[in-house]
């Protein structure tokens, strides 16, 4: 049995948080109301959101993570670090994917800062809160012979004979963005690597890219770069909050954050979970 009231409610939390990444990015309420709208209107939100299955519980995830961060280098709240912690430690009991983005993240922020980060005691003790909770889980996978790991070499197999393989991962991630949101994540990108204003958070262009291209060369699925999304398309709708299309957002009721629960609720009644 699928359940469908928990996805709906992770759906319109993760179309806040993007709203709330745009805010600490500097976005005004029409680039918020842009990037949250954003949220809802994917392909991938429309396509699984309903549902609570890996895919909805990574874009959520993945959001609130990179949110922490962000917040984290406006405020320097310490606690904010120990949040992500929890939230990483959660995250990796859906699926071990979540250890690409903060390993591509810690990366990052040793390269392209903010270094202080790496500095700070509170960041370590969150570490060592994802991995005591993880730890269970991998001394199951090796006393069973690492089943996931032979799970990986058939969705390979599977991912070449059905999708493409590595031809195919990028264009496929394209198309479950949303051929006009792909504007707006590459604006963000830009936006994250080059725009002097954003230069504490370029760490984030960087671990998109860095996690984009582990997934890429190991052929993994497209949809697992999706919880890259929110982010890109919140700094993407910063860069573009001065525009009128975005303005013309910014006038859209009811907020998008409502939108996209009206959007999964009204799946869940359209298609009722069916009992065997």
Same mark, same amino acid.
Do not use: N
């Given at each position: 049995?699928?359940?469908?009231?928990?996805?709906?409610?992770?759906?319109?939390?993760?179309?806040?948080?993007? %709203?709330?990444?745009?805010?600490?990015? $500097?976005?005004?309420?029409?680039?918020?109301?842009?990037?949250?709208?954003?949220?809802?209107?994917?392909?991938?939100?429309?396509?699984?959101?309903?549902?609570?299955?890996?895919?909805?519980?990574?874009?959520?995830?993945?959001?609130? /993570?990179?949110? @922490? @961060?962000?917040? =984290?280098?406006?405020?320097?709240?310490?606690?904010?670090?120990? =949040?992500?912690?929890?939230?990483?430690?959660?995250? +990796?009991? &859906?699926?071990?994917?979540? $250890?690409?983005?903060?390993?591509?993240?810690?990366?990052?922020?040793?390269?392209?800062? !903010?270094?202080?980060?790496?500095?700070? !005691?509170?960041?370590?003790?969150?570490? %060592? /809160?994802?991995? +005591?909770?993880?730890? #269970?889980?991998?001394?199951?996978?090796?006393?069973?012979?690492?089943?996931?790991?032979?799970?990986?070499?058939? /969705?390979?197999?599977?991912?070449?004979?059905?999708?493409?393989?590595?031809?195919?991962?990028?264009?496929?991630? @394209? /198309?479950?963005?949303?051929?006009?949101?792909?504007? +707006?994540?590459?604006?963000?990108?830009?936006?994250?690597?080059?725009?002097?204003?954003?230069?504490?958070?370029?760490?984030?262009? =960087?671990?998109?890219?860095?996690?984009?291209?582990?997934?890429?060369?190991? &052929?993994?699925?497209?949809?697992?770069?999706?919880?890259?999304? !929110?982010?890109?398309?919140?700094?993407?709708?910063?860069?573009?909050?001065?525009?009128?299309?975005?303005?013309?957002?910014?006038?859209?009721? #009811?907020?998008?954050?409502?939108?996209?629960?009206?959007?999964?609720?009204?799946?869940?009644?359209?298609?009722?979970?069916?009992?065997?």
């Amino acid at each position: 049995m699928v359940l469908r009231l928990p996805a709906t409610l992770l759906t319109g939390a993760g179309a806040v948080l993007s %709203a709330l990444i745009a805010r600490e990015l $500097g976005g005004q309420r029409r680039a918020q109301v842009l990037s949250a709208g954003a949220f809802a209107v994917s392909p991938i939100v429309v396509a699984f959101g309903h549902l609570l299955i890996t895919p909805t519980l990574d874009v959520f995830f993945w959001t609130l /993570i990179s949110w @922490l @961060l962000v917040r =984290w280098v406006r405020l320097r709240d310490d606690r904010l670090p120990l =949040w992500l912690g929890v939230a990483a430690a959660v995250a +990796l009991q &859906d699926k071990y994917l979540v $250890g690409v983005l903060l390993l591509a993240l810690v990366g990052a922020v040793a390269a392209a800062g !903010p270094r202080e980060l790496l500095t700070r !005691p509170a960041l370590w003790t969150a570490a %060592a /809160i994802a991995v +005591l909770v993880t730890v #269970p889980s991998l001394v199951w996978q090796a006393r069973h012979g690492w089943p996931q790991a032979a799970m990986t070499d058939v /969705i390979t197999a599977e991912d070449d004979a059905l999708f493409g393989g590595r031809v195919a991962f990028l264009p496929l991630a @394209l /198309i479950l963005s949303g051929f006009p949101l792909v504007l +707006l994540m590459c604006a963000g990108l830009w936006r994250l690597l080059r725009m002097e204003a954003l230069r504490g958070y370029r760490f984030l262009g =960087w671990a998109a890219l860095g996690t984009t291209a582990f997934f890429l060369v190991t &052929d993994g699925r497209a949809y697992y770069v999706a919880g890259l999304f !929110p982010t890109l398309w919140a700094a993407g709708a910063v860069s573009l909050q001065h525009r009128p299309a975005a303005r013309a957002a910014s006038g859209l009721q #009811p907020p998008a954050g409502c939108l996209v629960l009206r959007r999964t609720a009204g799946r869940l009644r359209r298609r009722p979970v069916r009992r065997r």
